[in-house]
Antibody
Framework: QVQLVESGGGVVQPGGSLRLSCAAS????????MHWVRQAPGKGLEWVTL????????YYADSVKGRFTISRDNSKNTLYLQMNSLRAEDTAVYYC???????????WGKGTTVTVSS | AIQLTQSPSSLSASVGDRVTITCRAS??????LAWYQQKPGKAPELLIY???SLESGVPSRFSGSGSGTDFTLTISSLQPEDFATYYC?????????FGPGTKVDIK
């Protein structure tokens, strides 16, 4: 079945780095754009970044631009999020999601938790 | 950036009730709007896209309408499994925003 599984979350100090992964299965990964969306504790959803199916285009929320980098390896069916210069306000559950029609997210992973704290 | 507001922020309803949630965009977005349902501790699920298209597998009691700046999500007869938080989401020039959410709980 179609599945996304995130990993790589953890506790990191302010200013530190972390790389998240999202393993895809059950569909042709290279045919779909992919998003990262996050949710701070007790808060709503915040879109983070989008990468096109072939990696040729990437878009970022202003809140992470210059600090986060999205990438993908279609040979490994895996999406990545490199997070640098982490701040307390980056603390959240991070979800990867499949993009449909470029605008929407039709399949979501269960999320991985990132905590930025000293 | 386009902002989305939702009303109400929360509501209490009974099984069988008709429920309507409104989403308003700060500027026109044509029909590029989706609705998601999220239950506590779970990932969101897509319900509606393109303002009124029902995602495959979603019960027909869910419907969406609207275009431009004003949109609605309607649940025609609320079921026990529908108690959750609902978010609208838009895309404009590849900048995506979600509404603040509407929590639907049991009266």
């Amino acid at each position: 079945q179609v599945q996304l599984v995130e990993s790589g979350g953890g506790v990191v100090q302010p200013g530190g780095s972390l790389r998240l992964s999202c393993a895809a299965s059950g569909f042709t990964f290279s045919s779909y754009g992919m998003h990262w969306v996050r949710q701070a504790p007790g808060k709503g959803l915040e879109w983070v970044t989008l990468i096109w199916n072939d990696g040729s285009l990437k878009y970022y929320a202003d809140s992470v631009k210059g600090r986060f980098t999205i990438s993908r390896d279609n040979s490994k069916n895996t999406l990545y999020l490199q997070m640098n210069s982490l701040r307390a306000e980056d603390t959240a559950v991070y979800y990867c999601a499949r993009s449909i029609r470029h605008f929407y997210m039709d399949v979501w992973g269960k999320g991985t938790t990132v905590t930025v704290s000293s | 950036a386009i902002q989305l507001t939702q009303s109400p922020s929360s509501l209490s309803a009974s099984v069988g009730d008709r429920v309507t949630i409104t989403c308003r965009a700060s500027q026109g977005i044509s029909s590029a709007l989706a609705w998601y349902q999220q239950k506590p501790g779970k990932a969101p699920e897509l319900l509606i896209y393109d303002a009124s298209s029902l995602e495959s597998g979603v019960p027909s009691r869910f419907s969406g309408s609207g275009s431009g700046t004003d949109f609605t999500l309607t649940i025609s007869s609320l079921q026990p499994e529908d108690f959750a938080t609902y978010y609208c989401q838009q895309c404009n020039s590849y900048s995506f925003t979600f509404g603040p959410g509407t929590k639907v709980d049991i009266k």
